[in-house]
């Protein structure tokens, strides 16, 4: 991610947001509508915010089935949840008057900045919607996606949704700049919760060693066939627009085309202005118009591609090809994700056992820094295939994701 316009355009943007004056909320009691709350506090826990379900969602196959053993062999398993939430605090708005027939519909906005708020003149657009917006303090580029943004985006949709009657087909993420990347991580991940991302001057390209991770088959299908994307970008941020084309070229390789696109004139890289921010709305709100031919032909093309490679993985095991199925192996677990499973786990377990530590050295480059975080006096190696998030999100202290087993 290019980070040159990050801290400008987050200190621009804490102008616009409204005071941070307001006073705590009691966890569990709605507010009135037409209210505004600044420092909301939350109690309820989900099991998709769970850590084991975040790497199962996030991560590729090999690597995630390689952390758990190393985690297992080293005497230590997952925390169940990432987030204390008597320790978080979230802005949440709700529009006045009635709820919609269908429920309200949700935004939950990822911030670039630490402080969270509802962006000033948003509110207008907001309430012609009948969205309810909430946005988590804490959440912005300084720290990481999979151990704060992504759960904390999943912890406030949570909560909302306990306490007032929601749309889950307008249930949506988005956010700025940096924001708006971990709301695509989140969006890919989560489609069974989010059924539109709102990309606000930031975005990354999916599959591949280059891109975000694919999600296991069942949920990269629900991302294809409901999850609308709306790219929204300043025709003065360059760097982004560009950002922008190459995002989307990775969806139409990977089958994605419910997109829509809106270059906003005379803006930088900011937040958008209330009638783009309506548009964007708007757009998120139109039903989906995939062509189920078309999807249906474009995945039969990623599968033939990856049963040949499946196939020739499985042809070096057959012939003791040890390092080339490794390689092969790898370069499929990295390009597919979790499009691979089950099948990339059945081959791997063809492969001679080895020690824990000949894994360590021959895999290493499958450990994740989200695991390397984890285990005890580990040093993460520069140039693994890591978390491709941790690039854009340097490690906050003490956000340690596990804990040692009794």
């Known amino acids: ?20 004056g307001g006073c705590a909320h009691r966890a569990g009691a709605p507010l009135t509508p037409g209210s505004l709350q600044h420092n909301a506090t939350f109690t309820r826990y989900s099991p998709l915010s769970r850590n084991a379900e975040i790497g199962r969602r996030t991560l590729t196959p090999l690597t995630f089935g390689f952390g758990q053993r ?14 204390d939430l008597t320790k978080e605090k979230f802005t949440v708005y709700v529009p006045p008057g009635a709820p919609p027939k269908n429920g309200y519909g949700l935004l939950v906005f990822v911030p670039p900045w630490r402080e969270q708020g509802l962006p000033r003149l948003w509110g207008e657009p907001l309430n012609r919607h009948g969205l309810i917006f909430v946005s988590a303090a804490n959440s912005g580029n300084d720290v990481k996606i999979l151990d704060r943004r992504l759960p904390l985006a999943l912890l406030a949709y949570e909560n909302v949704r306990a306490q007032y009657p929601l749309d889950p087909k307008r249930v949506y993420i988005g956010g700025l700049s940096g924001g708006s990347r971990a709301a695509l991580v989140t969006a890919l991940a989560y489609p069974d919760v989010f059924r539109g991302a709102l990309l606000n001057a930031g975005s990354d390209p999916i599959g591949g060693e280059a891109g975000i991770y694919l999600p296991p088959a069942d949920l990269f299908r629900k991302f294809q066939e409901q999850t609308r994307l709306v790219y929204v970008t300043g025709d003065r941020d360059e760097v982004n627009l560009l950002d922008d084309e190459v995002s989307r070229a990775s969806m139409r390789d990977w089958c994605v085309f419910n997109i829509e696109v809106k270059i906003v004139r005379r803006l930088g890289h900011e937040l958008l202005d209330p009638n783009s921010f309506h548009f964007a709305l708007n757009a998120l709100d139109r039903p989906s118009a995939v062509d189920a031919g078309e999807l249906a032909r474009c995945n039969a093309r990623i599968q033939r591609e990856l049963a040949s490679k499946l196939a020739d993985a499985e042809a070096a095991i057959a012939r003791g090809d040890r390092n080339g199925a490794i390689a092969k192996l790898k370069a499929i677990d990295g390009h597919y994700g979790g499009l691979a499973a089950p099948a990339i786990l059945e081959l791997d377990a063809k492969l001679p056992d080895l020690s824990l530590q000949s894994q360590a050295n021959s895999l290493s480059d499958l450990r994740p820094f989200w695991f390397d975080d984890a285990v005890e006096n580990a040093v993460p190696n520069p140039a693994v295939l890591a978390d491709p998030m941790r690039a854009q999100n340097p490690v906050a202290p003490n956000s340690q994701p596990f804990q040692r087993l009794p």
């Open 1 to 20: 991610m290019d980070v040159r316009h990050e801290n400008k355009a987050a200190t621009a943007a804490l102008f616009l947001l409204l005071s941070l």
């Open 70 to 83: 190393v985690l297992s062999a080293t005497g230590q398993a997952l925390r169940e949840q990432p987030i």
